[in-house]
Structure formats: structure tokens, C-alpha cells
T-cell receptor, first 112, second 119 residues
Framework: GNSVTQMEGPVTLSEEAFLTINCTYTATGYPSLFWYVQYPGEGLQLLLKATKADDKGSNKGFEATYRKETTSFHLEKGSVQVSDSAVYFCALVSGGYNKLIFGAGTRLAVHP | GAVVSQHPSWVICKSGTSVKIECRSLDFQATTMFWYRQFPKQSLMLMATSNEGSKATYEQGVEKDKFLINHASLTLSTLTVTSAHPEDSSFYIC???????????????FGNGTRLTVT
């Protein structure tokens, strides 16, 4: 079935470092892909999305490109801040009702 | 923007009792809501799809008699954990889609979750 695989965390970075969180997927067809973020003590929020191959989603300095050939949707940010510390989930839409299937989540900790 | 309200945010109950969790869409109608369960340091596992006016669709391995879902109106879905046991302790999250904004492709909005602890 459809699934999402994320790199294991935690990822610990210094402020202003470059961030990459890998995400690959297995799916039939070409699903829409998403990154969600969960800040401490808060619910999930949509960070960005891409609905077709070669689309680039971007928001708050984060970017991810839908790569059909490698079935990947890696999340990147050029310069992370302490406020980016959170858990990041890669997800795809699957099946009837377009339900979301999530990866395991990657915890990011950014230190000053 | 669209808001999904989940209540309670946390609950502690004794083993053998039942607990009801509510999920409300505050400013939109949600014909479909989704219930997830999140284990510590793990991903969100989809439990079931809740459909207004009809039976919920459960994912494989989820006990429908254990996790009762009711979606009686376009703005409210409830999850009842029946005869709770310590292994049911988890973080439960609901989500809903504002269908009028784009049908099945409209974005999902998430509640803040309910922390259930069964003693």
C-alpha cells in the first residue's frame, strides 16, 4: 500500500545551519505530497504542499520539490532558527476521501 | 481561518471506564473527519474515517467496537474509547476538511489533540 518513509531523528543543528529532512514515498499514481509541522504543545499545521511532479512547495523559508523519478519530497531550509524546533511530518494523500498517510516524523532541535 | 476544536485536551480515567473525545469544526461544515492516534515519538496512525450520517470506515487492525465513532452532524464527530485499558493511553488527534473549499483536495485542519491516560 501507500506509505511514507522519513529520516529518523532527532536532527540537532546550530542556528543558521542548513537543514535537509529526507522523505520518500511509495504510492500508486501521483499523490499530492505534504509537509506538516507540530510545534511543542500545538497541533499539526500544514507547512507546504506539492500536487504534481516538479512542483515546489515553499513557506516560511522551507522548500520541498516533488521528484517523481526518485519518489522523494525532501524538506530543506537554508538557515534554520531556534523557533523552527518542532516535529516535521511528511505525508501523502491516499485512497478514498483523500486521507493523509504520515511518515514517522522527524524531530528538529535548533540551538543558539 | 478554519478551526478544529478538540475536547478535552487531556483526560485521565480508570481502567474499564469509557472516555468520549469530541471534535468540532467551528466555522465550516465537515462531511468527513479523520481520527488519528499518535504514540510517543512515533507517527500519526490513521484509525478511521468518520462520515456524517453514516458508519465510520476503520483502518485495518483498529477495533471498531473498542473505538466507537459517531458523526451525527456536519460539525461534530466523537470518538469513544470503550472499556479503556492502559495500552489505550495515547494522543488522539482529529482532523477535518472544509469540503466546500475544494472537495477532497481541500486542506485538512487538525485539532490540538487529546492526551488520554488510563490508570
Amino acid at each position: 500500500g501507500n506509505s511514507v518513509t522519513q529520516m529518523e531523528g532527532p536532527v540537532t543543528l546550530s542556528e543558521e545551519a542548513f537543514l535537509t529532512i529526507n522523505c520518500t514515498y511509495t504510492a500508486t499514481g501521483y499523490p499530492s505530497l505534504f509537509w506538516y509541522v507540530q510545534y511543542p504543545g500545538e497541533g499539526l499545521q500544514l507547512l507546504l504542499k506539492a500536487t504534481k511532479a516538479d512542483d515546489k512547495g515553499s513557506n516560511k523559508g522551507f522548500e520541498a520539490t516533488y521528484r517523481k523519478e526518485t519518489t522523494s519530497f525532501h524538506l530543506e531550509k537554508g538557515s534554520v532558527q531556534v523557533s523552527d524546533s518542532a516535529v516535521y511530518f511528511c505525508a501523502l494523500v491516499s485512497g478514498g476521501y483523500n486521507k493523509l498517510i504520515f511518515g514517522a516524523g522527524t524531530r528538529l532541535a535548533v540551538h543558539p | 481561518g478554519a478551526v478544529v476544536s478538540q475536547h478535552p485536551s487531556w483526560v485521565i480515567c480508570k481502567s474499564g471506564t469509557s472516555v468520549k473525545i469530541e471534535c468540532r469544526s467551528l466555522d465550516f461544515q465537515a462531511t468527513t473527519m479523520f481520527w488519528y492516534r499518535q504514540f510517543p515519538k512515533q507517527s500519526l496512525m490513521l484509525m478511521a474515517t468518520s462520515n456524517e450520517g453514516s458508519k465510520a470506515t476503520y483502518e485495518q487492525g483498529v477495533e471498531k467496537d473498542k473505538f466507537l465513532i459517531n458523526h451525527a452532524s456536519l460539525t461534530l464527530s466523537t470518538l469513544t474509547v470503550t472499556s479503556a485499558h492502559p495500552e489505550d493511553s495515547s494522543f488522539y488527534i482529529c482532523s477535518a476538511r472544509d469540503w466546500e473549499l475544494g472537495g477532497d483536495n481541500s486542506p485538512l485542519h487538525f485539532g490540538n489533540g487529546t492526551r488520554l491516560t488510563v490508570t
